[in-house]
């Protein structure tokens, strides 16, 4: 591993992004408009919206990441560029906490973006301040990335890659606790969701916000653990032989 | 200069099954009855050739004759390969080759939303070259590819030929001691073409070798040597004097159809001595 590889790939991904100003302010802005529809579309705030903003605010961005990042990997893939830095002095872990790095240098500034919506023009009562819902939206964002680095090497189009988001996301986004909560479903779909990522990310968010009793650092704990594991299951993809 | 082609007889023509005599000079690429097995298939069959380091070696074939793979084989990214590969001395794909070796795929692999300075820097400080030492490698390698004109517009919008370069660049960077370009010259006009295999004289005569795919029999002429590829196989590996003599050709576009005629429809295959086309009679040897 080296930190230089990792920070000039970072660098370069950034630059991409920053070329590509249409996709950025997309990243940036649409989790935000989101967020400001759905408080005039549960009347103008009030209890529902406060409990629903949050867990919105994380959710969004770990689905903007997860196509973005994998789309961008893809793309790496079929160019040949993935091919030719592979035969350069490049460690496959370098080049994954370099995406890590980008997008979670956008990430934060997409959850310091919405938080700031949120509890500033919204109203949002944030029962913890900004920083613990910066921090879970920053641990979402990241999941969806590492999720979308990974599951990028199971597609060889960007069709097929899109449709990796209703494939992977939804189920997780019905089963997470948003829609019904866990302790409602039967017992299967509870033990089911016990092993989605996504759960825990919301777990997080809830905790963050103050909307539920437990502890933030345990899910995002086992969120960190996630983004790692799916990174690793990533660089195991990434092949310096192919046929 | 003196290249060891320039004894065609004692090199002669090298096919399949047949060993280069070991020694007289260091070989920048071993190949020793190497395969490579894809979609069930042996795209590379049983390939044994040895170029010697300080040389420029063209690798000329129809297309779909084995050429990308057989420099993938060497690059070290290619999968299924059997046989024993050496280059510069350590097995093919080694790590510590990473630095040594440069590879510019067929169809350039630049980001297209990076400006060619961005993608040049980018691999440059992969390569270890940052600040001021990584500004001068990526000018050196602008320079000799003609593009200081386009160093910052952005890769996308560049042509064909133009994006080509841009890959091109950014293999020489770091003046890497094996450089393996496959098809660097398809798609560019005659004036760049010809001032690229300048460069490719130049970069060889600093002391770098150079393995260049290409399917247009003219450019054969500017390399020391030829390996000729035709359904995976050698059908001849030899200086273009010496396939001019062989086939008793002038044109080595003449010459190539020749050995490819004389290897017929069928696969060529066994055991060759090296002698066996220096009498010149125009058999059909396989």
């Known amino acids: 591993m080296s930190a230089r590889a990792s920070l000039a790939t970072a660098a370069r991904v950034l630059r991409q992004l920053r070329r590509d100003p249409r996709t950025l302010a997309l990243l940036l802005v649409v989790p935000a408009l989101l967020l400001v529809l759905v408080r005039f579309l549960l009347n103008d705030g009030g209890p529902a919206f406060d409990r629903y903003a949050v867990p919105l605010v994380g959710i969004f961005p770990l689905v903007s990441m997860f196509l973005v990042t994998s789309i961008a990997m893809l793309r790496e893939r079929t160019t040949g560029t993935l091919e030719r830095l592979l035969t350069l002095p490049i460690a496959k872990g370098d080049l994954l906490a370099g995406y890590g790095l980008a997008f979670g240098t956008v990430a934060a500034a997409q959850g310091l973006l919405l938080a700031g919506v949120a509890a500033g023009p919204l109203g949002v009562e944030l029962a913890h301040g900004v920083v613990p819902v910066v921090a879970a939206g920053v641990a979402n964002a990241l999941l969806g990335m590492a999720l979308g680095l990974f599951l990028s090497a199971f597609a060889s189009t960007e069709f097929q890659a899109v449709q990796f988001m209703p494939a992977v996301l939804l189920p997780q986004l019905l089963l997470c606790g948003l829609v019904v909560d866990r302790d409602r479903m039967g017992v299967a779909l509870e033990w089911l969701s016990a092993v989605l990522p996504m759960t825990y990310a919301y777990e997080a968010l809830d905790a963050a916000a103050g909307l539920s009793a437990g502890s933030l650092a345990l899910p995002l704990t086992v969120v960190l653990a996630a983004v790692v594991a799916a990174l690793a299951a990533g660089a195991v993809t990434l092949r310096r032989r192919t046929a | ?286």
């Open chain 2, 1 to 286: 200069m003196s290249t060891p082609w320039e004894t065609h007889e004692a090199t002669a023509v090298r096919t399949t099954g047949t060993r280069a005599p070991a020694g007289a000079v260091d070989a920048a690429i071993e190949a020793a009855g190497v395969s490579v097995r894809r979609g069930g298939r042996d795209v590379v069959r049983d390939v044994t050739v040895s170029v010697p380091a300080g040389t420029v070696t063209g690798l000329l074939g129809p297309s779909g004759c084995g050429k990308s793979t057989l420099i993938r084989a060497i690059v070290g990214v290619q999968a299924g390969v059997r046989g024993r590969l050496t280059v510069l001395g350590e097995r093919a794909g080694a790590r510590t080759l990473r630095r040594r070796v440069a590879y510019v795929t067929q169809a350039p692999s630049v980001y297209q939303d990076l400006t060619v300075v961005e993608n040049l820097r980018y691999f440059a400080a992969l390569l270890g070259h940052t600040g001021a030492d990584g500004a001068q490698e990526v000018a050196d390698a602008l320079a000799t590819v003609d593009l200081e004109d386009h160093a910052h517009a952005v890769a996308g919008r560049l042509s064909g030929g133009e994006r080509a370069r841009v890959s091109l660049a950014t293999a020489l960077l770091g003046t890497p001691e094996l450089l393996l370009l496959d098809e660097p010259t398809v798609g560019l006009d005659p004036v760049l073409r010809r001032d690229l295999w300048a460069t490719f004289r130049r970069l060889a005569d600093a002391g770098a070798t150079l393995l260049v795919s290409s399917h247009v029999m003219d450019e054969a002429d500017r390399c020391d040597g030829v390996i000729i590829l035709r359904d995976g196989t050698v059908l001849a590996h030899d200086s273009p004097a010496g396939l001019r003599a062989t086939t008793h050709e002038d044109r080595l576009e003449d010459a190539f159809l020749a050995l490819v005629e004389h290897a017929g429809g069928d696969r060529v295959r066994g055991d060759r001595a090296p002698g066996d086309r220096a009498g010149g009679d125009r058999a059909v040897v396989a």
